[in-house]
């Protein structure tokens, strides 16, 4: 589970990863980093977007928590006050805790500046 500080929450920050943050794609997801310019004093923040087309509530439930997993083990990684979008496509339905890990590392390596654990 991520902790409090590190959940993304509002609208508006969701908006302005997606829009103005970098992006990268992958099979199973699409990763969206922000980092706001000036504004360093906050943790970084992780939010998941997981919608209907990946699958029933019980599947959709059961990506988000891969996904927050995987994602707490990179936060550390993440620059400053960096915002985080995890956007999961329908094929992170049937994709193995495994195959979401490499996917997640592959995004943030390609989104992130400098080197990232794996």
Known sequence: ML??????VDADSFRLATRAG???????L???LWTPVGDADGPPRVGF??????GNA???NR??????????EHVS???GSAVLVVRALPAAAGASYDAL???LARGLRRVVPGPVRS
Not at 63 to 72: C, D, F, G, P, S
């Open 58 to 60: 019980v599947v959709r």
């Open 101 to 103: 890990a490499e996917d």
């Open 77 to 79: 990684s993440l620059p």
């Open 22 to 28: 970098e992006r990268a794609g992958s099979r199973t």
């Open 63 to 72: 990506v988000k928590r891969r996904l927050r997993h995987l994602a707490r």
């Open 30 to 32: 699409v990763v969206h």
């Open 3 to 8: 902790p409090p500080a590190h959940r993304l």
């Open 49 to 54: 977007v997981v919608s209907k087309a990946v």
